[in-house]
């Protein structure tokens, strides 16, 4: 891995705890945007979690969306500049529960941006709450006998679920807890970029991501709980890539 | 000298905004701001904008803040219901210094109330947009011409000041045909937006559009900043029509469709050899305070009417402050006051004084 900061961060420090994910999607992001030379004319959007402050680490242009709705920020702003690269950078509250209208609609609108889900399986920035991606039997703060499925609801697969879309671009599933994984991470980030510059559509990475102060485990701990617990409710792979079936015909 | 056409009261809001140059429309389907919506929808491909029919209000109104934020003129319509729903958004606007324009073509509620005309939106339009410390500018037109030249204004000002603005319509004027002047030589440029994230071009600091500011008094210094910009416009923007008022002794103060109906009652009313008049107010925020303080040397007593249950009457009791007496007349639920029943109220109050 190289060390250097890329140019699309800013060299404000991130405010994150250690072992959380979101730090390394930024860098990963903002890599990708580096190795497309697109700084200076992509949007970011930054939405309520605890990733919210992106918008001090991303060099780009950046906007600060309300809970839910940086899809539809998103879609005006590409549908102003259709020339921008557009992204929005999401937790799983933001995009599965209160944004769940829009995240659909953009994805079958074809809307011709990135989206970039972290899917940590629980509510990081109001303190662990249930998420819609927290596993059947997760503890959290309110599902404190664990998740009963039967009164809570079922996790929601997105990938799986936005697959059917026909605006769909690329959805692909990806992890950042070992080295391999976040090389196969950048390079799903990096081709979602590609695909918007190239005009393909919406395209989606999300990223199965740990936050280990409110699933109470230590660093080491949640990589492997990720391994463990969530890979096999949320396979990694790709659900959907209009490039690799345009390449079959 | 442009000609004159017949125009509905949304189609005609609908075409000035396009004169204005706003190109990016974002809406959901709502009675009766209907033909508003169908008109864009029609035009925009042929002028190179954007209709886009969103999920939801909810939807619409953000993706106006994202064409906003990156450099456009943008704006959305609705009715009622809808406008509950674009809350968010408008807070979020005007906490990000965001200009739009937002239609509220008022009907009855609450709650699903009825699709028949109405103004029990004053309160939210002027008071409760949203959650926060926050004004919107609002326009309240009374004919069809006005509709478009309070676009025009609603556009430029809200550029100015960077603020969302709302022309508060309702289902009268918004169905109603009048002959009106499309004049484009009135058109304003849409000005340079500096502050845009539309990319930095390699070539400036990257631009934030946010509403954050987790630092309390980093935030009151904000909200004190963006207050005495609205003082600013308080003092400059006041806007009303007087008709009759010079000597009125009985002051009719009434907007948009129930201006209308207050301004026959106050000529049936004089015929009868009663010293009525009318203020008609054209901003809604900001509200033309002036104009009603001045008034009060002929002003025995004002008199407000509405189509709602009593909403701006509260505004004008704050300006006459007791020192008048301030009555109210109002129909709701989509019940429109008619002349006769206005001037039956003057007169109540005639006897009075
Ligand atoms: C309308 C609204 N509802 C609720 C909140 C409170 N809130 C802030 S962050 C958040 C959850 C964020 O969780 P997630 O999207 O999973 O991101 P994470 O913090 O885990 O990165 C909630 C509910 C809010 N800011 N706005
Ligand atoms: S609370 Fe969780 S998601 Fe938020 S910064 Fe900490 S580890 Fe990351």
Redesign the interface.
């Known amino acids: 891995m190289k060390f250097q900061r890329p140019h699309a961060l800013?060299d404000i420090q991130f405010h994150y705890c250690p072992g959380c994910s979101h730090g390394i999607v930024h860098r990963l992001v903002a890599e990708a945007i580096d190795e497309l030379g697109v700084?200076?004319?992509?949007?970011g959007?930054a939405s309520v979690g605890c990733s919210?402050f992106a918008?001090?680490y991303?060099?780009?242009?950046?906007?600060?969306?309300?809970h839910g709705?940086a899809q539809?920020?998103?879609?005006?702003?590409?549908?102003?500049?259709p020339g921008?690269v557009v992204f929005t950078y999401q937790g799983d509250g933001d995009l599965a529960a209160i944004g769940t209208?829009?995240t659909?609609?953009a994805a079958t609108r074809g809307e011709n941006i990135t989206v970039i889900f972290i899917n940590n399986a629980i509510y990081g920035m109001t303190g662990g709450q249930m998420a819609p991606t927290t596993l059947p039997g997760q503890v959290t703060q309110t599902t404190p006998y664990g998740r009963n499925v039967k009164e809570a609801g079922h996790p929601i697969r997105v990938c799986e679920m936005l697959s059917t879309l026909s605006g769909v671009a690329l959805a692909e599933r990806v992890s950042v807890d070992s080295v391999k994984n976040v090389k196969a991470a950048k390079k799903a980030i990096k081709k979602a970029f590609e695909y918007q510059v190239e005009g393909k559509g919406y395209t989606i990475i999300e990223v199965l991501s740990s936050c280990p102060t409110n699933w109470g485990l230590s660093m080491q701990d949640s990589l492997v709980w990720i391994r463990e617990n969530m890979m096999s409710y949320y396979p990694l792979g790709v659900y959907r890539d209009i490039g690799a079936e345009e390449g079959k015909e | 000298m442009p000609e004159k056409v017949l125009m509905k009261g949304n189609e005609a809001l609908a075409e000035a905004a396009i004169m204005a140059g706003c190109r990016?429309f974002?809406g959901y389907p709502i009675t009766p701001q209907t033909e508003l919506a169908a008109h864009m929808s029609k035009r925009m491909p042929k002028v190179g904008g954007?209709y886009?029919q969103?999920?939801?209000e909810?939807?619409?109104v953000?993706?106006?803040?994202?064409?906003?934020?990156?450099?456009?003129r943008?704006m959305t319509s609705s009715s009622s219901p809808g406008i509950s729903l674009k809350s968010?958004?408008l807070s979020?606007l005007a906490g990000?210094d965001l200009p739009a324009l937002i239609v509220n073509v008022q009907r009855a509620g609450p709650g699903l109330g009825g699709i028949q005309p109405s103004q029990a939106d004053y309160w939210q339009a002027t008071r409760a947009s949203g959650h926060g410390d926050f004004k919107m500018l609002v326009f309240a037109p009374s004919t069809v011409q006005e509709m478009i030249d309070l676009v025009a204004d609603a556009f430029s000002l809200g550029d100015e000041y960077r603020m969302p603005a709302m022309i508060l319509s309702d289902g009268l004027l918004g169905q109603m045909m009048e002959p009106v002047v499309m004049d484009d030589t009135k058109r304003t440029e849409v000005p340079e937006r500096p502050w845009?994230?539309?990319?930095?071009?390699?070539?400036r600091e990257?631009?934030?559009?946010?509403?954050?500011y987790i630092d309390p008094p980093n935030l009151e210094a904000i909200l004190k900043e963006r207050y005495e910009k609205y003082e600013r416009i308080k003092e400059k923007e006041q806007r009303c029509e007087e008709y009759r008022t010079d000597d009125a002794e009985i002051v009719l103060v009434a907007y948009g469709a129930s201006a209308r109906i207050s301004r026959s009652a106050v000529d049936a009313a004089r015929k009868e050899g009663i010293k009525a008049g009318l203020i008609r107010p054209i901003t809604l925020w900001p509200y033309p305070e002036k104009a009603i303080s001045s008034r009060m040397a002929t002003a025995k007593a004002f008199l407000c009417v509405e189509m709602s249950t009593g909403q701006m009457v509260d505004d004008v009791r704050l300006i006459v402050n007791g020192k008048r007496p301030v009555s109210f007349y109002g129909r709701t639920g989509g019940m429109i006051p008619t002349p006769a029943e206005v001037l039956n109220e003057i007169k109540k109050m005639n006897g009075g004084i």
Request: contains cysteine.
């Open positions: 800013t700084e200076g004319n992509t949007t959007v919210v918008y001090n991303f060099n780009c242009d950046m906007v600060q969306s309300p709705r539809a920020v998103a879609t005006g702003i590409k549908r102003a500049r921008n209208a829009e659909v609609h | 990016h974002f954007v886009l969103a999920e939801s909810v939807a619409a953000n993706m106006v803040l994202g064409a906003s934020a990156a450099g456009v943008a968010e958004g979020y990000s845009a994230v539309s990319g930095h071009g390699n070539k990257h631009n934030i559009v946010n509403s954050l």
